[in-house]
């Protein structure tokens, strides 16, 4: 919109009546998109007005992993986003030709995070999640500037050394005043397809240690909200544009992430 004035981000005026969650992780590859699509999912089935905005500059996969395969479309000077499973989804990947690598910097990237806030339009959301980029980046303190009242929720695995780069990224909320609402341990244990026995790939405590760290430097408590196995039909899920909370809400992993979503 050259030449006019920023849009107010709505999300961010007093009264708004939208919870935003920023959902952050030390590092990629530890379930992160994969977690914000699955509660985006269970939260619309239950009912909720529910976007999600993908601002993973790398690993933009929100629209697939959701099965969103609409484009956004301009109305008047508003972006409509397209939507999957009662979730409007936009995502830096609609605005890139092909799949070509994002290289933009710390100001472009403000300034597309500026527009998919203010710019689209989103209706009366109850929640709004957006997935960051993994680590400690230039996003992460953009979504303090514009929307001081989103709520951090941390992802990592049981891994040690994971856990380690997850408490770096959370603990950045320090710093900006916000708030980090939980903690998510993603892939803690693989039940044996076939046996009782739980496979501990990639060890156990991360999720507790995260949440113990974070709450002794943030100063407020800061819970574990749950634990995530590895499951197949998580991945195929994610593969297959279904959610497994859509797909297989009662499997291990669906159970689970039906349940952090009740609790935010
Ligand atoms: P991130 O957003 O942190 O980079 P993704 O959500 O893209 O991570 O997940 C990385 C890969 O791991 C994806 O292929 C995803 O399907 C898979 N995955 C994530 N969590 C699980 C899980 N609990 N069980 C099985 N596969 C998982």
Not at 41 to 52: F, P, R, Y
Not at 80 to 90: D, E, F, L, Y
Not at 234 to 250: A, F, I, T
Request: glycine share 12%; charged share 20%.
């Amino acid at each position: 919109r050259g030449g006019t004035a920023e849009r107010e981000v709505p999300f961010a005026k007093p009264g708004s009546l939208t919870r935003v969650y920023a959902v952050a992780s030390g590092k990629g590859g530890v379930g992160k998109s994969s977690v914000t699509v699955n509660l985006a999912a269970a939260m619309a089935a239950d009912g909720l007005k529910v976007g999600v905005v993908d601002a993973d500059i790398y690993g933009h996969s929100v629209p697939r992993m959701l099965g969103a395969d609409g484009k956004p479309t301009q109305v008047e000077n508003m972006i409509m986003p397209p939507s999957a499973h009662g979730v409007k989804v936009i995502s830096i990947g609609m605005f890139t030709p092909g799949n070509s690598p994002v290289v933009w910097r710390g100001p472009m990237l403000h300034r597309a995070l500026q527009q998919f806030l203010a710019d689209v339009f989103w209706g009366d959301l109850d929640v709004l999640l957006l997935d960051l980029p993994p680590g400690t980046g230039d996003i992460a303190i953009s979504v303090a500037q514009l929307v001081p009242n989103a709520e951090i929720l941390v992802v990592t695995t049981p891994q040690q050394a994971a856990a380690e780069v997850a408490e770096r990224a959370g603990s950045i909320a320090v710093q900006t005043h916000q708030k980090i609402v939980g903690v998510v341990e993603n892939m803690a244990g693989l039940p044996c397809p076939h046996c009782d026995e739980i496979v501990d790939v990639f060890g156990t405590g991360g999720g507790q240690r995260v949440a113990e760290g974070l709450t002794k430097t943030t100063g407020a408590s800061v819970p574990v909200l749950g634990s995530i196995p590895i499951d197949v039909r998580l991945r195929e899920g994610g593969d297959e544009g279904k959610p497994v909370v859509l797909s297989d809400p009662d499997s291990p992993a669906g159970a689970a992430l039906r349940s952090i979503a009740g609790k935010l």
